[in-house]
């Protein structure tokens, strides 16, 4: 009869009780621990909002302070800079409940020579059954978004107002699963940032949690504990922030995002599920890029209103004029439309229904932002 450990060696798996992994040090920290689960409408905003939440779910997505910030053109040049970096950003990855999905190539090729795209994974990657709020991410997502391009190039913020729907266990499966496919995750706190290039510190955070007692993920008013105050240093806040369904930031946002642009060089915002403007903020000799709200790059539900989001990229590197000096030079970006494929009974029957994802020059929420003039003017 054989050992057991022959047995595992015949395998070809090491016995595992040989290499038990050492329980991390963050584990100890106060904030690693599980919270109670509350699985009736949990809501992530203050009780006053609650129905005018609601409202929004039913009725759409609202334009109050319509015109409140100037959009970007698709194509400009903030500053005269040598690029060092290329980034591209998305809003939320939502969970594809049974829809399968794919990527256009005009997708792709919009991000094919970039460094890195960052976006939000909103859901958890699970297989525990989930409550009608909670957002879960089937395994298919692997494959999924590394057909976007080599995973080692893709940053996913796993800080949101959904990471608690599942708990603390199922939360770090979520990211570990992800990291052994080789993705680059950021979010839980003792993972806040992701430094690209010995230059670029990118930072998660988020405003809301729909799970009031969760303590793990990076939270909004933690956020400048993870920024570094170092020359040379480019640092980017990617926060989960604003209100679903809202068209254009509150004036509250507009002026906390002109504060953070004193110190972050650029804020990305996501969570409304609609995207918000792609502007520009004048700070010293230097233009620094703000997005309110990536909007959604995938999404499971046949709603035409969470079907639209931003792709942005940019130039990241030394100002001309002023070497010491890190800036954003050319911006490209593009609508992203979420479009449902209408394919053959049995096509669904065989295979599944199936979203696709693809740039598209306007979009019904903002029929006037194709036609912007070169200083973002409808
Ligand atoms: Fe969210």
């Not at 194509?75 to 950003?89: C, M, S, W, Y």
């Not at 997708?107 to 059954?129: C, H, K, Q, R, S």
């Not at 709200?293 to 709603?303: D, I, M, P, Y």
């Amino acid at each position: 009869m054989k050992t057991e450990k022959a047995f595992y060696e015949a395998l070809k798996y090491r016995d595992p009780r040989e290499h038990i992994p050492l329980e991390p040090a963050w584990m100890k920290e106060t904030w690693a621990q599980d919270h109670k689960i509350h699985k009736f409408l949990p809501n992530p905003y203050p009780r006053k909002e609650f129905f005018w939440w609601i409202y929004k779910e039913i009725f759409g997505p609202t334009r109050q302070h319509q015109g409140i910030v100037d959009w970007l053109p698709h194509h400009i040049t903030l500053n005269k800079i040598k690029p060092e970096f290329r980034l591209a950003f998305v809003g939320d990855i939502m969970e594809m409940k049974k829809y399968r999905l794919l990527f256009d190539t005009s997708v792709t090729d919009f991000i094919a020579d970039v460094d890195l795209l960052v976006g939000n994974f909103e859901a958890t990657l699970t297989t525990m059954p989930k409550w009608v709020m909670d957002q879960r991410h089937n395994l298919e997502i692997i494959d999924q978004l590394k057909s976007l391009m080599n995973p080692k190039k893709i940053l996913l913020n796993v800080s949101n107002n959904h990471s608690g729907d599942f708990g603390l266990a199922n939360f770090n499966y979520s990211i570990d699963r992800m990291t052994w496919a080789g993705f680059n995750m950021f979010g839980r706190k003792d993972i806040p940032n992701y430094f690209l290039g010995g230059k670029i510190n990118i930072v998660s955070s988020t405003m809301w949690s729909d799970q009031k007692d969760c303590s793990y993920m990076t939270r909004f008013t933690d956020r400048d504990q993870y920024y570094i105050n170092e020359s040379g240093i480019f640092n980017i806040l990617y926060p989960h922030w604003g209100y679903e369904n809202e068209l254009w930031p509150r004036p509250w946002i507009v002026k906390l995002s002109h504060k953070l642009l004193d110190s972050w060089d650029i804020v990305f915002g996501h969570h409304p599920h609609v995207p918000q403007a792609v502007t520009a903020v004048q700070k010293g000799a230097v233009k620094k890029l703000l997005v309110y709200s990536g909007g959604n790059f995938t999404s499971g539900l046949n709603e035409n209103k969470h079907n639209w989001g931003i792709i942005l990229k940019c130039e990241i590197g030394p100002l001309k004029e002023n070497p010491s000096k890190i800036a954003v030079g050319n911006v490209n970006w593009q609508f992203i439309q979420v479009e449902k494929q209408n394919l053959s009974r049995k096509i669904i029957k065989d295979e599944g229904p199936l979203m696709l994802v693809k740039t598209v020059p306007v979009t019904p929420l903002f029929q006037d932002v194709g036609s912007l003039d070169l200083n973002g003017h409808m």
